[in-house]
């Protein structure tokens, strides 16, 4: 197989590979992130608007690790969603395409087929019929019991707009199942090692947010978001929400989405007693992020995370108060704590800074675990032969720079935290 193709038969009669083939073949290859075109439609004048539409952030887990694609000139893939109901259409587009009786043997990638097979059965073809479909907006409800409201302002053109979230299940709610089977095609193409879920185990809750949206006189729904949570049994009697998989569409990120989305799950989850305490399931950095606002945002109307308390230190109190009213783990409250202490230091009072720093340190130095998360960060301070080693057995110095290492990494997240507080309307 030639070097970065998938294709045979480029030999001349001496056998060696035909440099002249293969650099025309070059023009067939692409990645498969900048030619595929995801539109929401709301109306079909979105069809020919390129102001809506946006890519994947990755293609990996159709397309492989190169995340290429051969065997098509200017190739483009049209995958657009009627914006509420996520009827799908697939439209494949190129100029030339490599074919056995014109390249020697050689064929082009089936580039349907694994989209196909991500997608549930149904999907459209023929652009009428989507534009059909479209037409059939009006009718459709977002699935489920809604939980929450809220409206946001553009101060530039003080144009609003209204959101509204929904709680929803396979077992409880009719006709989401095959709702879900559009929704989750997302998440291939914006959650890393994300994979479908088995909604036949009715553990699994979803929470839905939805833009309510004035359109010829009347309102329809476009899809914002989603969330999956799934309900873990804690000994005795109690459960264990944990949340799975996170996501807001891009032409709605970085609008405060999904802090509401977080938010109205917790608010609904406080209210109940059987939850213990709500847990993440392998958060990515961003996420792990709007978790960290979300929770210290809400631990700072609690008692004691006072500004006062702060720099005596992480208290018991914290930690009971935290799990008590906002079902926070001990180590989710710590972390609230460092974020908040680091908001009302005074960095340039040298003392207040230092002791700070001590504290945080502290919490990094106790009894290191040997895991994969360890040693990826090892790899950036550790010769390879010292990584073999466990972590407790590095030396003073060692630790030393693991340690400073970690604390300049958390710095960095949590000041991003603190601005986000501190420029949030919210109290």
Not at 43 to 60: G, Y
Not at 151 to 170: G, H, M
Not at 189 to 208: C, E, G, K, N, Q
Request: charged share 30%.
């Amino acid at each position: 197989m030639a070097e970065n193709f998938r294709f045979t038969g480029l030999y001349t009669q001496n056998g060696v590979t035909s440099g002249l083939m293969k650099n025309k073949l070059e023009a067939y290859k692409c990645c498969a992130n900048d030619v595929i075109n995801f539109k929401l439609v709301r109306e079909e004048k979105d069809l020919e608007n390129e102001d809506t539409t946006f890519r994947p952030d990755m293609t990996h887990q159709l397309f492989g690790d190169q995340e290429s694609i051969f065997g098509y000139r200017d190739l483009s893939l049209d995958v657009f969603y009627t914006a509420g109901t996520l009827i799908t259409y697939l439209k494949i587009k190129y100029m030339d395409k490599v074919t056995p009786q014109k390249f020697e043997g050689i064929c082009a990638d089936d580039v349907e087929k694994p989209i196909a097979k991500m997608m549930p059965p149904g999907y459209l073809t023929n652009i009428d019929e989507f534009v059909n479909a479209l037409s059939k907006e009006d009718t459709f409800r977002p699935p489920g019991e809604m939980l929450h409201s809220y409206k946001t302002e553009n101060k530039k053109d003080n144009k609003v707009k209204w959101f509204e979230v929904y709680k929803a299940s396979i077992e409880d709610t009719p006709d989401f199942r095959k709702y879900h089977e559009r929704l989750q095609t997302f998440i291939l193409f914006f959650i890393d090692a994300a994979s479908y879920i088995d909604v036949d185990d009715d553990r699994w809750t979803f929470y839905l947010l939805f833009e309510k949206y004035r359109i010829n006189g009347g309102f329809r729904y476009a899809a914002v978001g989603y969330m999956t949570v799934y309900n873990y049994y804690a000994y005795p009697e109690k459960i264990r929400p944990r949340i799975s998989q996170v996501l807001i569409l891009p032409p709605f990120q970085k609008q405060g989405h999904g802090a509401q989305l977080l938010q109205t799950f917790y608010n609904e989850t406080y209210t109940r007693p059987e939850v213990l305490d709500i847990t993440v399931e392998d958060p990515s950095e961003n996420f792990q992020r709007l978790r960290d606002f979300v929770d210290t945002r809400n631990c700072m109307a609690l008692p004691s995370f006072h500004p006062d308390h702060l720099l005596n230190g992480f208290s018991e109190e914290m930690a009971t108060e935290a799990r008590n009213k906002l079902k926070l783990s001990k180590r989710q409250a710590r972390r609230c704590y460092e974020i908040l202490r680091l908001k009302f230091v005074d960095v340039n009072n040298e003392e207040q800074f230092r002791a700070y720093r001590l504290d945080v340190k502290r919490r990094l130095n106790l009894p290191f675990h040997k895991n994969g998360r360890d040693f990826k960060k090892l790899e950036n301070i550790l010769h390879p032969e010292e990584l073999s080693a466990t972590m407790p057995n590095m030396t003073t110095e060692q630790r030393h720079l693991f340690l400073e290492k970690q604390f300049q990494e958390l710095l960095e997240i949590y000041q991003h935290i603190v601005k986000r507080l501190d420029d949030s309307n919210e109290p």
